[in-house]
């Protein structure tokens, strides 16, 4: 599959994972689908702001009262708990200013997450302050769940392993693809993934 200008990424960080991808396939391996993850800021990741603002408000209010009562310290100085008091919610400030940030985390992703499914298994490779590459073998790919949107874009997730949690009940891991813009491509190459055939079984006699 070759590369289009249509959907491909031109920055550094692009470039860089195009070349990791590369070196990571196999000599006979061929890609069936590439998608890169798409920049879009989705309206439920703002429910975290019913926590972050009240939370960065009263943050900001206390190391406000708290500096302000510093600053008219009499003579000798606001001293070492003068100090101590607005040090003390600057932590609790940039917890706040990290949940109203959350939701534009996908801008800062643009770019920097590629999806590729080939002939053998589905890879993710994103780059923040290092590479990290995903591999998940075709042989483990289970059921999946598409959810698309009238331009064709969505998100794909791929069954990977069943198992039990700590209490015994079934707990199933995904491989989350998305969004994307082509998540029907996508979901139309991993049914084309080459699963491995089962080795033969012993020979059964036949009865006489």
Known sequence: MAWTAKDDQNSAAAARLRRALER???????????????????????LIYV??????????????????AMLHAGEDGPGF??????????????VGLLMLAIPFGPLIARGRVLYVITDRRV?????????????VPG???????????????????????IGRDSDGDKETEFFRIGPVADVMGAQE??????RPRPAPGPAVPASS
């Not at 708990?81 to 940039?94: E, I, N, S």
């Not at 890879?123 to 591999?135: D, F, G």
């Not at 190459?189 to 080459?194: E, H, K, N």
Request: hydrophobic letters at 55%; aromatic letters at 12%; zero cysteines.
């Open 24 to 46: 990571e396939l196999a000599p006979e391996e061929s890609i069936l689908w590439h998608g890169w993850q798409l920049g879009r800021i989705e309206p439920k990741r703002f």
């Open 51 to 68: 926590f972050a603002v009240p939370w960065t408000a009263f943050a900001l209010l206390w190391t406000g009262l708290a500096m302000a």
């Open 81 to 94: 708990l003068g100090w101590a008091f607005p040090l003390f919610g600057l932590p609790f400030v940039a």
């Open 123 to 135: 890879l993710r490779l994103s780059l923040a302050r290092a590479l990290e590459v995903k591999t």
């Open 139 to 161: 042989d483990r790919l289970g059921l999946s769940a598409r959810e698309e949107r009238r331009d064709g874009s969505g998100t794909l997730s791929l069954a990977v392993r």
């Open 189 to 194: 190459a991993t049914a084309r993934i080459a």
